[in-house]
T-cell receptor, first 115, second 112 residues
Framework: KAGVTQTPRYLIKTRGQQVTLSCSPI?????VSWYQQTPGQGLQFLFE???????NKGNFPGRFSGRQFSNSRSEMNVSTLELGDSALYLC??????????????FGPGTRLTVL | AQTVTQSQPEMSVQEAETVTLSCTYD???????LFWYKQPPSRQMILVIR??????QNATENRFSVNFQKAAKSFSLKISDSQLGDTAMYFC?????????FGKGTHLIIQP
């Protein structure tokens, strides 16, 4: 099976702009989660989607949003970019098990640089 | 909210040695999974091993094994016969009701 894919791999934006990142999960996985990784804050959970519905959301401002499509592909959007949004954005997909637990498999990430 | 603590920011061992990475966590949940992920310089996050909290038996994957102490909320990773390719950041992660919570990571360096 093909792994999780993320596009684009690298992105450079300027402050105030908005950006959309895309994630295609492993075939058959209906759950997609997003994480932000920075040197200072480490890995932080952004949100989780299952069957087009947001299940969980991390502690991020409303500028960060996401959605999931009927084919399980997901996008996340960051509006009004700030310098602090520069990070590696990781997407993970999983097969949600009974009890709501899962094993997440990660994509290669999108490196966003905000100038 | 869950917390995951990795107290060793960096470790260095010689090739072929055995190394243990520590992780403790805090939660009030009873149904959870624990993971170790590896992130080499490529930044690709790779699943190393998984442990379900309801299982008493410690998980093992080839050279990788865990010591899961549920009462102590401890979850250490042992790497046997370490190899140069094991050099990476290792993250301990907790999967509860609110997504994955990661520790700060341990940078493991395998010396030739």
């Amino acid at each position: 099976k093909a792994g999780v894919t993320q596009t684009p791999r690298y992105l450079i934006k300027t402050r105030g702009q908005q950006v959309t990142l895309s994630c295609s999960p492993i075939s058959g996985h209906r759950s997609v989660s997003w994480y932000q990784q920075t040197p200072g804050q480490g890995l932080q959970f952004l949100f989780e989607y299952f069957s087009e519905t947001q299940r969980n959301k991390g502690n991020f401002p409303g500028r960060f949003s996401g959605r999931q499509f009927s084919n399980s592909r997901s996008e996340m959007n960051v509006s009004t970019l700030e310098l602090g949004d520069s990070a590696l954005y990781l997407c993970a997909s999983s097969h949600l098990e009974a009890g709501g637990r899962d094993t997440q498999y990660f994509g290669p990430g999108t490196r966003l640089t905000v100038l | 909210a869950q917390t995951v603590t990795q107290s060793q920011p960096e470790m260095s061992v010689q090739e072929a040695e055995t190394v243990t990475l520590s992780c403790t966590y805090d939660t009030s949940e009873n149904n959870y999974y624990l993971f170790w992920y590896k992130q080499p310089p490529s930044r690709q996050m790779i699943l190393v091993i998984r442990q379900e909290a309801y299982k008493q038996q410690n998980a093992t994957e080839n050279r990788f094994s865990v010591n899961f102490q549920k009462a102590a909320k401890s979850f250490s990773l042992k790497i046997s016969d370490s190899q140069l390719g094991d050099t990476a950041m290792y993250f301990c992660a907790f999967r509860g009701a609110d997504g994955l919570t990661f520790g700060k990571g341990t940078h493991l360096i395998i010396q030739p």
